[in-house]
């Protein structure tokens, strides 16, 4: 993709996942970002909506010095908002979202191009419940197998900014490691979901099949609950 596609695409992809209808975040909640491939990314500006959103609403900042601030021994958590300003790329840009350095992570994957973090209303009635991200653990609908990959990534809960970067920077190795590729959908409990695309495209994609699959889950509650897919489904699908 040429470089000057990429903010339009992200505005694009942004506003989608912010239409009300489909209930993945309200007011401030969420945020997106994408890679320019040259060492810094485009993120979403703190505290803005995601369905008017434009070209004023993102800041470019620098991919290294975003990552520097999980092994600076200075940073904290209170702190870690104003430390972010010093990765803008134009220092005169709004403040980056608190959840930047989670993004950078994800983008360290080179294959990896746009990101997608939103609060979904049905992943959410799971993920803040008792079962957290063990029900998605299991698949039992093909298509969320091909969208969002055969394995997810999950995280427990912790405070946004710092704190869950460091859980998700050592989820995001340990996938790697044990896949040798970077999750597709990752989920946190008490919070919401990160879609890892390639695209723009996919990171939508992967959003709205998230949101399905977790409202089938639900569905097949009054049934009996899901019926699994049987080994060879996975064979078929290439997963
Ligand atoms: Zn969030």
């Given at each position: 993709?040429?470089?000057?596609?990429?903010?339009?695409?992200?505005?694009?992809?942004?506003?989608?996942?912010?239409?009300?209808?489909?209930?993945?975040?309200?007011?401030?909640?969420?945020?997106?970002?994408?890679?320019?491939?040259?060492?810094?990314?485009?993120?979403?500006?703190?505290?803005?909506?995601?369905?008017?959103?434009?070209?004023?609403?993102?800041?470019?900042?620098?991919?290294?010095?975003?990552?520097?601030?999980?092994?600076?021994?200075?940073?904290?958590?209170?702190?870690?908002?104003?430390?972010?300003?010093?990765?803008l790329v134009n220092p005169q840009a709004p403040?980056?979202?608190?959840?930047?350095?989670?993004?950078?992570?994800?983008?360290?994957?080179?294959?990896?191009?746009?990101?997608?973090?939103?609060?979904?209303?049905?992943?959410?009635?799971?993920?803040?419940?008792?079962?957290?991200?063990?029900?998605?653990?299991?698949?039992?609908?093909?298509?969320?197998?091909?969208?969002?990959?055969?394995?997810?990534?999950?995280?427990?809960?912790?405070?946004?900014?710092?704190?869950?970067?460091?859980?998700?920077?050592?989820?995001?190795?340990?996938?790697?490691?044990?896949?040798?590729?970077?999750?597709?959908?990752?989920?946190?409990?008490?919070?919401?979901?990160?879609?890892?695309?390639?695209?723009?495209?996919?990171?939508?994609?992967?959003?709205?099949?998230?949101?399905?699959?977790?409202?089938?889950?639900?569905?097949?509650?009054?049934?009996?609950?899901?019926?699994?897919?049987?080994?060879?489904?996975?064979?078929?699908?290439?997963?």
């Amino acid at each position: 993709m040429l470089m000057k596609h990429i903010l339009p695409n992200l505005i694009r992809l942004t506003r989608e996942l912010g239409r009300e209808e489909r209930g993945l975040t309200i007011t401030g909640e969420g945020n997106t970002s994408a890679t320019l491939g040259d060492g810094t990314f485009w993120i979403k500006a703190s505290g803005l909506g995601l369905v008017n959103i434009t070209a004023r609403g993102f800041c470019r900042v620098q991919t290294d010095k975003v990552l520097a601030l999980l092994n600076d021994p200075r940073v904290t958590d209170a702190n870690a908002g104003a430390a972010m300003c010093r990765a803008l790329v134009n220092p005169q840009a709004p403040r980056p979202s608190i959840e930047t350095i989670l993004h950078a992570l994800c983008l360290t994957d080179p294959t990896i191009r746009f990101v997608a973090h939103t609060h979904p209303l049905g992943l959410l009635r799971v993920l803040c419940s008792r079962a957290g991200a063990k029900p998605f653990r299991r698949h039992f609908y093909p298509f969320a197998v091909v969208t969002c990959g055969r394995h997810i990534a999950a995280v427990g809960f912790h405070n946004p900014g710092l704190a869950l970067a460091l859980a998700v920077q050592k989820e995001l190795t340990r996938y790697r490691r044990v896949h040798g590729c970077s999750p597709r959908l990752l989920l946190m409990a008490n919070h919401g979901i990160v879609a890892l695309g390639r695209t723009a495209e996919e990171a939508l994609n992967i959003t709205l099949m998230a949101e399905k699959w977790a409202q089938l889950l639900e569905g097949t509650q009054r049934w009996g609950g899901p019926s699994f897919l049987p080994e060879h489904a996975f064979a078929h699908l290439n997963a």
